[in-house]
């Protein structure tokens, strides 16, 4: 088998695994309480990047055997086997356990093509194409892979902080599009929006309409990401973050990434 090859099954393996690893968690937490929103939060976020991680194995097609096993599984079927009302989430998440499962078998398969013909030649899933500032958006995409990346390989702090940059990113630029004098009138500080404070962006950002309540779930660690970033050599302060606020951060930034883009 060509390296290169070899080393893409690879990494898709191990992105897998970590997304089954992530499903028996959040399946777990939904049957110990269905109704929490935190757990239902979570089970979104697991699901758009298992959907993510599908397309691009199938490369794009809609066709595709695990695609159509990723679809498949957010329907029930009637005694007829049609296709009625969605399953309970936590039913939903065992299917899709399944299906993940399915995909890891089809990549360490011998003597077959792998399931990633395809992939590699996949084009981008564009997550930001409403931001505005064109350059930027290829750069927060980036950030975006290395953020999910980073939290897969434990990297907490890593996860976090990178996720915060694009949370900041993108809210900036809408508060940039909207213009500063169409938010003098909301209670903004005073010069540039650059100048502003990670806290005073997000809170005139919502002031203005632009996103709605959910960065107040952002932790504390979150909040203060740029003071972590500046002090320098502080390995303490580094060590403290946790895997619940890294994966509550990411989740915030998806919430913030759908105000902004109503139609994700």
Not at 148 to 172: F, M, N, P, W
Not at 221 to 249: K, P
Request: hydrophobic letters at 40%; charged letters at 25%; one cysteine or more.
């Amino acid at each position: 088998m060509d390296e290169s090859l070899r080393a893409q099954i690879e990494t898709y393996l191990s992105h897998l695994n970590g997304l089954i690893r992530r499903g028996r968690q959040v399946r777990d937490t939904l049957a110990n309480d269905p109704s929490s929103k935190s757990a239902i939060a979570a089970t979104r976020v697991w699901q758009e990047d298992c959907g993510i991680t599908v397309n691009q194995l199938s490369g794009g097609s809609k066709a595709h055997w695990l695609a159509r096993s990723f679809s498949e599984a957010f329907l029930m079927r009637s005694a007829a086997g049609h296709a009625v009302e969605g399953a309970a989430p936590d039913e939903i998440v065992e299917r899709l356990l399944n299906v993940l499962e399915q995909a890891v078998v089809s990549l360490t398969r011998t003597g077959e093509g792998p399931i990633l013909s395809a992939s590699s030649q996949a084009p981008p899933a564009h997550r930001f194409d409403f931001v505005h500032n064109l350059e930027l958006r290829p750069v927060v995409e980036q950030a975006y892979t290395d953020s999910r990346r980073a939290l897969e390989q434990k990297h907490y702090d890593v996860a976090l902080r990178t996720s915060c940059g694009i949370l900041e990113a993108i809210v900036t630029d809408a508060l940039e599009h909207k213009g500063i004098s169409a938010l003098a009138s909301l209670d903004a500080p005073a010069g540039g929006i650059s100048d502003w404070s990670f806290e005073a962006r997000l809170a005139v950002a919502e002031r203005a309409g632009l996103i709605r309540g959910g960065c107040a779930r952002l932790p504390t660690v979150a909040r203060t990401y740029r003071d972590r970033d500046h002090a320098a050599g502080d390995n303490h302060a580094r060590s403290t973050v946790s895997e619940r606020d890294a994966r509550q951060t990411g989740q915030v930034l998806h919430v913030v990434m759908r105000d902004l883009d109503p139609g994700r």
